[in-house]
């Protein structure tokens, strides 16, 4: 049982540069791979649902997809097949047809993975009742089990990212159909896939724990079992760590912190993307966020410099669009609005509030989050902007930004990384909190419908680029959010773990746990 801790920084790095004076417990010596995570809890493992950076990981290590990212690269340009071996692309480009490959099995018994299972869960992952990301899946007009291993899907329009929607990440995950019908609302926390771990034990607020799948097609993994711990607190996780009891675990996205923990013997950081894309979304649905004036004194009393300052330069990317750095598609695209106080304040005086205004936001405890929002909170108010935080755990905080009840939302996301994926699923009034099929729209953002969609249905990549760019350019205009940064993920580990793989990135946000990966 993990003791409870309290420690501060400064004990915390003089107890890390120690890392190396002591032997590793036994658990380790047994294959045992104990990872620190940064939460109280899972809510669920079902890879169409959830959107949790903390949950992201352990699915990745049970599911895999029709293909999948290399371990250790989140290069869409180097995809490569998983369940399917191989897969042909009709010219016109809205015929897909897969090949799948034989024997793969699914975790406890569950059997061989065919086609059914695939059309099972790409029908899944359509559905909003079943799926937070039903909206990236529009343009699929059918899939079809042609025989036991062909799989054909027909869309409406070409898809520039079809073989993201179908890769090892959110609805492209492959289920097995006949776990998740015999478990129904079961299957959320007794997950079954056919990855290299499966699903053992989920202990509430303790841990989860997953285990080898001893028939992995690519081969039994050479780690016996995973630990992943629920510890919230970055001090505990810390010292969790320096005394020996984990081996992995979430490092804190601070420059401090991450070149203090650089300089400690026996552990080393990694850094990898792609990162969360933080990004300030103001709800137009909560008055006077409905006034543009009130909205373009918001983003003008941000000082994103300052931000970036604080967070560190070797954990982020400066972001300077509503897409984020690095993903096909993004423009850099006026109108800008720069921090300016004194415009912030004479906005408020035009629309009506000279006195200034107050505005409630829910914040997430986490630590890449509520320091960053409380620094937030003092740049606004220094323009008349009182902003009231609500501060809770992580997973009520997921909850309660999908109710409407927050003035502005401060959310990081990674996505497949093209254009569409982010406009569709943050800036599309189809993914409108409330609405039907509702995603992350969480400003209520609806200017820029037409661009997306019409970007989604041409083949042509010139077209569909500029179409990106005009919606880029309409949704800032409109100041639907204020893009801040890309935070980069951070990780600690033991120098006796070794992924298997070069790690340059990871679409999942955590580290490539797979049959490749040993602890020594």
């Known amino acids: 049982m993990m003791r409870p801790y309290k420690l501060t920084a400064a004990i915390w790095f003089t107890l890390l540069s120690a890392v190396g004076s002591f032997s590793l417990p036994a658990a380790a010596q047994e294959k045992i791979l104990r990872v620190g995570a940064q939460t109280t809890d899972i809510a669920t493992l079902d890879p169409h649902r959830t959107s949790s950076t ?8 049970i599911f895999g997809g029709l293909v999948r990212f290399p371990l250790g690269s989140a290069d869409p340009t180097k995809i490569e097949g998983d369940l399917a071996e191989s897969w042909v692309r009709a010219p016109d480009g809205l015929t897909w047809t897969f090949k799948l490959r034989k024997g793969v099995q699914f975790h406890r018994g569950y059997g061989e993975a065919t086609a059914d299972d695939v059309v099972y869960s790409l029908a899944r992952a359509t559905d909003p009742k079943r799926s937070s990301f039903s909206s990236s ?21 070409p898809v520039p990212s079809l073989l993201g929607l179908v890769s090892n990440y959110h609805g492209g995950m492959i289920v097995s159909r006949k776990a998740d019908q015999e478990l129904g609302d079961g299957f959320k926390l007794k997950p079954v896939g056919f990855g290299p771990f499966e699903f053992v034990e989920h202990q509430t607020q303790r841990e989860l724990t997953l285990k080898a799948h001893d028939k992995y097609y690519r081969g039994k993994p050479k780690i016996d079992k995973i630990a992943y711990k629920f510890i919230s607190s970055d001090a505990s996780r810390d010292l969790a760590f320096t005394s020996g009891e984990l081996d992995l675990s979430h490092g804190k996205r601070e420059q401090r912190w991450v070149e203090r923990a650089r300089q400690s013997t026996g552990a080393k950081v990694d850094v990898f993307g792609p990162g969360e894309f933080r990004t300030i979304f103001i709800n137009a649905n909560i008055k006077p966020l409905d ?4 909205r373009e004194a918001l983003a003008r009393a941000i000082d994103v410099p300052q931000l970036m300052k604080f967070v560190g330069a070797d954990v982020l990317h400066p972001g300077v669009s509503v897409v984020p750095h690095g993903y096909l598609g993004e423009a850099d695209v006026g109108p800008k609005f720069p921090h300016d106080v004194a415009k912030a304040k004479a906005l408020l005086a035009e629309a009506g509030f000279p006195q200034g205004i107050t505005i409630k936001a829910v914040v997430s405890n986490n630590n890449a989050q509520q320091p960053v929002m409380e620094v937030i909170q003092n740049q606004l108010k220094r323009s008349g902007i009182n902003l009231v935080i609500d501060v809770v755990d992580h997973t009520t905080y997921h909850a309660q930004i999908r109710k409407d009840v927050s003035a502005i939302v401060f959310y990081g996301a990674a996505r497949f990384p093209v254009a569409d994926s982010y406009l569709t699923e943050f800036y599309h009034s189809a993914s409108e909190i409330g609405a039907p099929k509702q995603v992350t729209n969480f400003s209520h953002c609806k200017v820029a419908d037409a661009e997306i969609d019409a970007a989604r249905s041409t083949a042509d990549p010139a077209k569909r680029l500029a179409l990106w760019r005009t919606a880029q350019e309409k949704i800032n205009a409109e100041i639907c959010a204020v893009p801040l940064f890309d935070l980069q ?16 990135g990871a679409l999942n946000l955590a580290p490539p746990i797979s049959e490749l990966t040993t602890l020594k």
């Open 54 to 61: 903390h949950e992201k990981g352990p699915i990745s290590w």
């Open 291 to 294: 006034d543009r004036r009130v």
């Open 137 to 157: 899946f529009q343009q699929f007009q059918k899939v079809e089990a042609l025989d036991p291993y062909t799989v054909r899907i027909t869309l409406k329009a």
């Open 489 to 504: 993920q951070v990780w600690l580990r033991r120098d006796t773990l070794d992924y298997g793989v070069k790690l340059e």
